[in-house]
């Protein structure tokens, strides 16, 4: 079966409020420990005045975007990451040794290591959003989009999230390199 255009959440820049919804909902879902961050909030330029268009203080949910060009998945010496039949990107668990190399391509922080176990690395296997794909399977949004209280996370095709996004301004935050990684091409 060939790859669909994956569904993704892409966070909108300065929407979010920061009120960790979006992290304690996927952590229920998926029964995930304290020490496992699927979507985290990342706060920019904490403490200042202004808004998002004017370097003050931002907040923005971080998670694995499921790259159109992941580097997560070129740099895997092992091929333990790998689009599924939705085009999501996933970690075969099994087949990750912990190298840590998808941590240090992702430009996102989106790969993380819960589980620090022997392995070789030292670090465990990776661990990231898995794009919610049991619940898409059973035609339910992922649970970060359902549960954020300010919209502050876009949901759909690469081009239905490239037209919110530049319609928003949001589109900023992936310019150039980024834009090519995230969606295939500049916004």
């Known amino acids: 079966m060939s790859a669909k255009t994956p569904l993704r959440v892409i966070p909108k820049v300065g929407a979010c409020i920061d009120c960790g919804a979006c992290n304690v909902a996927c952590k229920d879902e998926w029964d995930l420990s304290d020490n496992n ?17 004017s370097a003050g203080e931002t907040s923005v949910p971080m998670s694995c975007y499921h790259c159109a060009e992941a580097p997560c998945m070129e740099v895997c010496p092992t091929d333990a ?8 990107v996933q970690v075969e668990k099994d087949e990750c040794i ?41 035609d339910e949004n992922p649970v970060c989009f359902d549960q954020c209280a300010t919209d502050a996370l876009a949901y759909g095709t690469p081009s239905e999230i490239a037209e919110q996004l530049r319609g928003d301004r949001s589109a900023d935050m992936f310019r150039g390199d980024l834009g090519d990684i995230v969606f295939g091409g500049s916004l």
Not at 103 to 126: I, L, R, V
């Open 98 to 138: 912990g190298c840590s190399y998808c941590a240090w391509a992702c430009p996102f922080g989106a790969t993380q290591f819960p589980d620090e176990t022997a392995s070789t690395g030292n670090a465990g296997t990776m661990d990231k959003c898995t794009g919610c794909v049991e619940r898409i399977e059973d």
């Open 37 to 53: 961050d699927r979507i985290e909030v990342v706060t920019h330029n904490e403490g200042k005045g202004g808004g998002r268009f």
């Open 81 to 88: 990451i790998d689009r599924d039949e939705h085009g999501l």
